[in-house]
Structures are given as structure tokens and as C-alpha cells.
């Protein structure tokens, strides 16, 4: 469902359905991205699990939520085959990205990052491209092993105002499937070719998660984490660092303390994981980064 405020969020629309289904269909992980080139439109998209199948839907409003097109199917990854963490990011030539991964045999664990690309408002999109694979192992206490429920499975795209495309995520293949580190690549020709996958958080010893990613006014591209080189051998407590990698180059790095040290071990679980949530929040007003994350 979605809802509309036309005061600056002091009041709220009545919900309106985009899909409805029953209890065979599970609609996870919606996104909503307002076109910043044309305030007609807004664009909903979102995975929708049916047995063994979870292709991209998509919903688009064409007169700033006046009304809604009929949701449907803009990308099938095939049987035993789904998508997640579906979002779109719009060019500034007007050309929508809609960056996902894509769990392909899900039984076989193969994993990718990959985008579709509209060039008419998100009437019709192209087939697939790869940004690349995923070699994440997910997060763990290393003094007791209890799991971390982190952003592993998905990633973190930002549109720069020159038109690059960077991302970021979690991926083990900086030391050698050990831990997961965080992962950037770029691509400045929209979406069609990218960057080998560099690592940029500043402590390879440490696993690093839940990167979230912005562009400022001035091209500085920003990527907060966790991380836990601050850890001790204290099974009881797990200090965990939160940071802010930036770069005006993609190439070159830096990195900053973002805030104090939290316990993740204080954090509610699911299924056994700590959980403070899959993905944190990134944005920029003019020169300031603004980030959105739990301790």
C-alpha cells in the first residue's frame, strides 16, 4: 500500500492498495522512489515470492499519486529463482536503474548484483546486467559464533549528479571468505558497464556490514558501516564501530568515525541472529551527509 502527504508529512492519505493477495503470495521488501525530474511521477517496486519464483514487480503513479497504474511484472528471474531488495535510482537524462540481487538456484547459493534500466518512465525495461557476483558469508560474534542478521544479501545504490551509479555491499572475497568486507563499484556510462569490486572500509582484519551509500551536491560519494575491529574477547559484549568511508574519486579513500560504540549483543534476535534491521539509510542535503542506522 502506499500513502500521500501533501503537507510536508503532517497529514497522510488514505492507504491505497498497489497489489493485494492472499496468503500463496508474499509481496517483501517495497521501495518508493520519487522521479526528481518530473513530480508526476512516482515509482513502487517491490519482490513477490510464489512458491518456488520472486520477480521484480512494479507500480507507477504518472500524476503524483492521483492514481495508480495496475502493478505488474517487470523482470522474472526464472523457476527456483527470485529478486530482492528491489530499488529504483532515477539518471539525470531521466533513465530509471532498478538495482536488485538476484538469487539464482537458490538452492545453489548463486548470488549477483545486477540492474534493468527504463528509458520510458518504467513502461518497458531492458534485460538484465550484472554489476557482480556476490561473495558475501554474512557476520558472526567471533567469540561465541551467534549470527548477525545483516545486510549480506543486498546492496546500496546512489545516482551522483553527473550521472554515475555507485553501489555498495558485503562481500567476502577481499579476504579470502574469512569475514565479509564492504564492496564498491561504479559505473559512469549509466548502469551498462562497471568497475572491478574494490574494498573500502579501512579495517581488512575486522568484519565490516551494513554499508548504506549517497552522493553529495559536490560528487563526494559516503558509505557508513559497522564494523568490528573495537571488538574484545568478551563473550558477554560485542563493541561494535560505526563509520563513514568518503571519496570525491571513487578511487581514493577516506574514513571517519561516524558515531560512539555500541554493544551489538544488546540487540533484539531473530531466528538466533541479532537484529537492529537488513539495511541503514544514506542521504545528502548540499554538502551534509545524513544517516539513518540503529544501535
Avoid: C
Avoid at 538495482?99 to 538456484?105: R, W
Amino acid at each position: 500500500v502506499v500513502s500521500k502527504s501533501t503537507d510536508g508529512g503532517r497529514t497522510w492519505s488514505a492507504a491505497v492498495a498497489l497489489r493485494t493477495d492472499g496468503g500463496a503470495s508474499f509481496n517483501d521488501k517495497e521501495s518508493l522512489t520519487a522521479d526528481p525530474g518530473d513530480a508526476r511521477y512516482v515509482y513502487a517496486v517491490w519482490d513477490r515470492l510464489t512458491g518456488n519464483n520472486g520477480p521484480t514487480w512494479f507500480a507507477r503513479t504518472t500524476n503524483a499519486g492521483a492514481s495508480w497504474e495496475a502493478a505488474r511484472n517487470i523482470y522474472d528471474p526464472g523457476i527456483n529463482s527470485q529478486t530482492l531488495n528491489n530499488q529504483i535510482v532515477v539518471l539525470p537524462d531521466g533513465t530509471l536503474v532498478n538495482f536488485f540481487t538476484e538469487l539464482a538456484n537458490v538452492g545453489a547459493q548463486n548470488a549477483r548484483l545486477r540492474i534493468i534500466r527504463s528509458s520510458d518512465k518504467g513502461s518497458t525495461w531492458s534485460a538484465p546486467i550484472t554489476i557482480s557476483d556476490l561473495q558475501t558469508v554474512g557476520t558472526v560474534d567471533p567469540d561465541t559464533g551467534t549470527g548477525i542478521r545483516d545486510g549480506s544479501g543486498i546492496g546500496s545504490i546512489a545516482v551522483a549528479p553527473n550521472g554515475t551509479l555507485v553501489v555498495a555491499w558485503q562481500d567476502s572475497r577481499f579476504a579470502g571468505g574469512a569475514h565479509d568486507d564492504i564492496a564498491f563499484a561504479r559505473s559512469t556510462d549509466g548502469g551498462l558497464t562497471w568497475s572491478a569490486p574494490v574494498r573500502i572500509n579501512g579495517a581488512p582484519g575486522a568484519a565490516a556490514l551494513l554499508p548504506a551509500i549517497a552522493v553529495r551536491a559536490d560528487g563526494v560519494i559516503g558509505v557508513t558501516y559497522y564494523d568490528l575491529r573495537e571488538n574484545t574477547p568478551d563473550p558477554g559484549s560485542l563493541p561494535t564501530s560505526t563509520w563513514i568511508a568518503r571519496s570525491g574519486d571513487g578511487v581514493t579513500w577516506t574514513e571517519k568515525r561516524a558515531a560512539p560504540n555500541f554493544d551489538y549483543a544488546k540487540a533484539p534476535q531473530a531466528g538466533g541472529r541479532y537484529f537492529l534491521g537488513d539495511y541503514a539509510g544514506m542521504t545528502s542535503v548540499g554538502s551534509t551527509f545524513l544517516s539513518f542506522f540503529g544501535q
